[in-house]
């Protein structure tokens, strides 16, 4: 048994090893110089180490004609997660609270309706939905942007929701409803309260999909509305008389820094609103 578990670590070592062994590389190459990835080997420890890179990539790095580097895309991407991510969750939030404690005739059809945006190719949506926000006068900007994560992440926030729910007592709300508590208080007072394991889930997992999506960015947005995703694509894309592996590999990190931070900050949350519930049938 005890030469069992050494097995198994043995074999989850050497599997976070080589899964971590590309941020490795990234890190290590946008902490050189170029001379010294030059000369040195991908793998080896940058022997003296520095940020320039990193600076260079936040705010000097182009992004095709524009020379001012990942800044304004980072901000972009800032000012249009945090709405996006908090609307489609509290709309998903009612709207599996509505589904699952406050049914109604038609309620499982609409749900199963409301399923097929769960499994819907992105791509289906970009005209319409283009057509839509030239309608609305949102074309090409930051609200445009918010309003399509929040329709588009609205089915599966609602799915995790109303699965979640599901679980919970019938039982709570009928007493409530039998000491004069309204839709509101039921919402507010006892469910709310007991959704904190799926609420981390439904945040992390929305604050992820949004700031990782490239599509609906290059799509949706203009000029002054690109997030980070397409600012990252444009930098790697602009070409010059030196390629700067360490700049791409800098920017690269900078773009995936919030979503690594979240997860190491809140990933062992995360596991515990699945196994809570999050995705029982």
């Known amino acids: 048994m005890r030469a069992f578990r050494i097995l198994l670590f043995v074999a989850l070592g050497l599997l976070a090893l080589f899964f971590l062994t590309p941020l490795y590389v990234m890190l290590a190459t946008s902490l050189k110089s170029m001379d010294e990835l030059r000369e040195g080997s991908l793998l080896a420890l940058p022997q003296a180490p520095g940020f320039a890179a990193w600076a260079k990539a936040w705010s000097s790095a182009c992004t095709g004609t524009d020379c001012g580097g990942l800044q304004p895309f980072f901000a972009n991407s800032m000012l249009m997660v945090v709405p996006a991510v908090v609307i489609s969750t509290a709309l998903g939030a009612l709207n599996g609270y509505v589904l699952s404690k406050w049914r109604f005739r038609g309620s499982e059809l609409l749900f199963a309706l409301m399923l097929f945006g769960v499994f819907m190719p992105m791509q289906v949506v970009l005209l319409p939905m283009s057509q839509v926000l030239g309608w609305l006068g949102m074309a090409s900007s930051i609200g445009g942007l918010i309003l399509v994560h929040v329709i588009a992440g609205l089915p599966g926030t609602t799915l995790f929701f109303r699965n979640y729910y599901a679980g919970l007592p019938d039982e709570l ?106 995705v029982k049938g």
């Open 173 to 278: 709300v009928r007493a409530a409803k039998l000491d004069g508590a309204g839709f509101w208080q039921i919402f507010w007072r006892i469910v709310l309260p007991l959704s904190t394991p799926i609420l981390v889930v439904t945040l992390i997992w929305q604050f992820t999909n949004i700031w990782n999506d490239f599509l609906y960015g290059v799509v949706f947005s203009g000029a002054d509305s690109k997030p980070i995703t397409v600012g990252l694509n444009n930098l790697a894309n602009t070409s010059s008389s030196v390629k700067e592996y360490n700049v791409d590999m800098a920017a690269a990190l900078i773009a995936a820094l919030p979503t690594l931070i979240v997860y190491v900050l809140a990933g062992k949350y995360f596991v515990r609103g699945l196994t809570a519930g999050a």
